[in-house]
């Protein structure tokens, strides 16, 4: 059979999106300028899809650092990976500056979040060691833990019951080290990992923990530091990635930890050791954002005080908004099938409102989960317009929004809850 046959067929993974491909509901074309405004099909649209929580997209002056650092060292320096060629002084000094801000003793940059996770996961465990995983982590841990090649086992979404009931099982039969891996702000739903309580049980069954902190990095606790400061364990996670993707409207990612373990990771993680180091670009405008993220409160506030006017607004008019502590803004929606979302999706941007529907897996099959996200630039007008749009929607389309409450009972007994790989 030819390598390249199911290239010709609608399977795989993502399959039914590719059929649907359409430049509108699937790989939306935009105008790649980012920020609360944007251009998409020649309409200027508000946006509520990208992850911009503190409004640093939009802000001059780290586009001034990326163009004065452009014309000073071009754009691929420096050239070469971490371990030949690609290191500099301010490599080393961005690294202890997030280190300090992380609460760690240590940490590593990455090229990517994913990467950061991928190249962590990767270094720290093999073959003996045992990885237990929450079933909703993101993408990034699931590949690392099948590049690592440890043992697996998914615990229910959450739950600490099933995360004890899987510590417990991986102690019996343990060979190696055992490794929970979790993300901070799950950044689909919103939810929050109940870290404290992870911590504890770490600690009573000897295992570490690795949290993805990409969605709460910079955004959630009281200043930002994120999921660890929220609940008073940041000192208590082992190893903490943070992704520059999000907060930080740039690109890259950090790891924090153990001197020790960071300089392992730094001589072990093959998506660090075998690719160019993260360009100095990047390196400058990041230290100047991380001032931002860190200094400047009032950016969390703004955010918050969008998020709350957001959510009160659309709860007023009927909708089901999860009661999440992270500013991911998930709006829930019954659908009979699949074209009631589509339809919402193209009134509201018909209506000047882009916004992006997350169906299953990550919520029940009836169910559309509309995703905002609320940033520090976005105005009260930009609010007051989103919730006419809402209502707008809701009316024109005769919406039955009491609906999705059972199918979200129902449901989460299907998912994120339902597959636990245990066995007695
Ligand atoms: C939880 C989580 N981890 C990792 C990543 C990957 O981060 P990056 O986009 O920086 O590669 C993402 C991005 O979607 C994410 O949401």
Redesign the pocket.
């Known amino acids: 059979m030819d390598i390249f046959a199911k290239c010709r067929t609608d399977g795989g993974y993502f399959g039914m999106l590719r059929a649907a491909g359409d430049d509108f509901f699937v790989r939306p074309v935009l105008d790649p300028k980012p920020g609360r405004v944007m251009d998409y099909q020649g309409k200027s649209v508000v946006q509520w899809s990208i992850n911009n929580y503190l409004g640093l997209a939009e802000n001059e002056e780290l586009r001034a650092v990326a163009v004065e650092t452009a014309r000073a060292y071009g754009p691929g320096a420096p050239m070469g990976s971490r371990m030949m060629t690609g290191s500099t002084p301010r490599h080393l000094a961005l690294e202890k500056k997030f280190a300090a801000y992380m609460g760690k003793e240590s940490a590593i940059l990455f090229n990517?979040?994913?990467?950061?996770?991928l190249g962590t996961i990767q270094a720290l465990c093999e073959p003996s060691d045992t990885i237990l995983i929450d079933k909703l982590?993101?993408a990034?841990?699931v590949d690392a833990m099948f590049m690592s090649r440890a043992q697996f086992r998914i615990w229910k979404h959450n739950d600490m019951n099933s995360l004890e009931g899987h510590l417990k099982r991986a102690n019996r039969d343990r060979k190696g080290g055992v490794l929970i891996v979790a993300?901070g702000v799950?950044?689909m739903t919103g939810d929050v990992a109940p870290a404290a309580d992870i911590c504890l049980l770490k600690d009573k069954y000897d295992a570490r923990l690795f949290m993805?902190d990409?969605?709460g990095f910079g955004v959630v606790g009281p200043t930002g530091r994120g999921t660890g400061e929220l609940y008073g364990c940041q000192d208590k996670i082992d190893v903490y990635?943070g992704?520059?993707?999000?907060a930080f409207a740039a690109?890259?990612?950090v790891a924090g930890g153990p001197k020790e373990v960071v300089e392992w990771v730094r001589f072990n993680a093959r998506t660090q050791v075998f690719a160019k180091s993260l360009p100095i670009i990047y390196v400058e405008v990041l230290s100047r954002a991380l001032d931002f993220v860190a200094d400047d409160h009032w950016r969390r506030e703004r955010m918050w005080a969008v998020n709350r006017r957001l959510k009160d607004g659309l709860r007023e008019l009927g909708y089901t908004v999860g009661d999440v502590p992270s500013p991911v803004t998930p709006v829930f929606v019954h659908m009979k099938d699949i074209r009631i979302a589509m339809a919402i999706i193209k009134a509201m941007r018909e209506e000047g409102i882009f916004i992006t529907g997350v169906m299953y897996p990550v919520v029940p099959k009836d169910i559309v989960l509309f995703r905002m996200i609320p940033t520090a630039s976005h105005t009260d007008e930009d609010v007051v317009r989103t919730i006419a749009a809402y209502k707008k929607v809701r009316d024109d389309l005769n919406l039955d929004l009491e609906a999705v409450k059972t199918a979200l009972d129902k449901g989460k007994a299907e998912v994120g809850k339902s597959e636990d790989s245990a066995e007695e």
């Open positions: 990517y979040g994913y990467l950061g996770v982590a993101h990034s841990m993300e799950y950044g993805d990409a969605h990635l992704t520059f993707a999000k690109i890259g990612g």
